[in-house]
Nanobody, 119 residues
Framework: QVQLVESGGGVVQPGGSLRLSCSAS????????MGWYRQVPGGKRELVAM???????KYGDSVKGRFSAFMDKPSSTGYLQMNSLKPEDTAVYYC?????????????WGQGTQVTVSS
């Protein structure tokens, strides 16, 4: 059973930084891509960053230049480094990955971690 577990959320002041982690566990042959999304209450899930390991990494317009996504493949852990945080970055952050376990790729989601930017 493949699982994604996120950690690293919390409360931070505007201008501060946080690093989120997304750890994949289970029988994993390959991770094709990993994305980070966020959602506020009553809102739609918004793309923050998408790492396609065969191509490139894309970022949402609102986080370009402030957030950086990267992956440590040996440990199957992805990270989202968030700098210069703003109150509007407050949301529940989710990681998502397409993982090969067995014969085919399947899409997995983490449980979400709350990020609150407030003074």
């Amino acid at each position: 059973q493949v699982q994604l577990v996120e950690s690293g959320g919390g409360v931070v002041q505007p201008g501060g930084s946080l690093r989120l982690s997304c750890s994949a566990s289970g029988i994993i042959t390959n991770i094709r891509d990993m994305g980070w999304y966020r959602q506020v209450p009553g809102g739609k899930r918004e793309l923050v960053a998408m790492m396609n390991f065969d191509v490139d990494t894309k970022y949402g317009d609102s986080v370009k230049g402030r957030f950086s996504a990267f992956m440590d493949k040996p440990s199957s852990t992805g990270y989202l480094q968030m700098n210069s945080l703003k109150p509007e970055d407050t949301a529940v952050y989710y990681c998502q990955a397409q993982i090969l376990s067995g014969d085919y790729y399947r899409n997995y989601w983490g449980q979400g971690t709350q990020v609150t930017v407030s003074s």
